[in-house]
């Protein structure tokens, strides 16, 4: 079946360092979703992306979503301890039937 | 701001009882969705309703398992037999199902068999 994977699994960040995690799938899809997973919370959406080469950026955040539709990419510029939690992509192979999550990159931001 | 909820936020129970964990999706959105996360590790799929009926679902899904909208607002996940294996965090989900694909999660409920 479907596999997507993140790295790194976890990252420890200086607060004002830049962070990226990098995700990828075994299929092709043709969407992919990124969300945020606070410790003891819930996943909250971030952002989609449908389109080939597509970058989106939301202040410090920078999504992208590759040219062959098998990777993606979350970038945080200048990370605050706001930042801190479980950052996960979900790709959808069409439709709204399923989505698969990645194995997430867990993010800890040391003041 | 509209909000997915679940009940209870913990559950407990004994291996081989039935529990069912309910869930109430935004009232507008068409495509529900159960999850499982064991402690520490990703959202694993388990199942997609829509129209009243199974839209899909996962491997992890197999007999034990059952979903249910018995009426207009509940959404419910039955489990006929609980194994220790079956503790984890389960989350609700829904999506309008037309145009964007945002998820929308309960704030999950976490079951502990015992």
């Known amino acids: 079946g479907q596999q997507v994977m993140q790295i790194p699994q976890y990252q420890h960040v200086q607060e004002g360092e830049d962070f990226t995690t990098y995700c990828n799938s075994s299929t092709t899809l043709s969407n992919i979703q990124w969300y945020k997973q606070r410790p003891g919370g819930h996943p909250v959406f971030l952002i989609q992306l449908v389109k080939s080469g597509e970058v989106k950026k939301q202040k410090r955040l920078t999504f992208q979503f590759g040219e062959a539709k098998k990777n993606s990419s979350l970038h945080i510029t200048a990370t605050q301890t706001t930042d801190v939690g479980t950052y996960f992509c979900a790709g959808g192979t069409g439709g709204y039937q399923k989505v698969t999550f990645g194995t997430g990159t867990k993010l800890q931001v040391i003041p | 701001e509209p909000e997915v909820t679940q009940t209870p936020s913990h559950q407990v129970t004994q291996m081989g009882q039935e529990v069912i964990l309910r869930c109430v999706p935004i009232s507008n959105h068409l495509y529900f969705y159960w999850y499982r996360q064991i402690l520490g590790q990703k959202v694993e799929f388990l199942v997609s309703?829509?129209?009243?009926?199974?839209?899909?679902k996962s491997e992890i899904f197999d007999d034990q398992f059952s979903v249910e909208r018995p009426d207009g607002s509940n959404f419910t996940l039955k489990i006929r037999s609980t194994k220790l294996e079956d503790s984890a965090m389960y989350f609700c989900a829904s999506t309008t199902g037309t145009g964007s694909y945002e998820q929308y999660f309960g704030p999950g409920t976490r079951l502990t068999v015992t």
């Open positions: 309703f829509y129209n009243n009926e199974i839209s899909e």
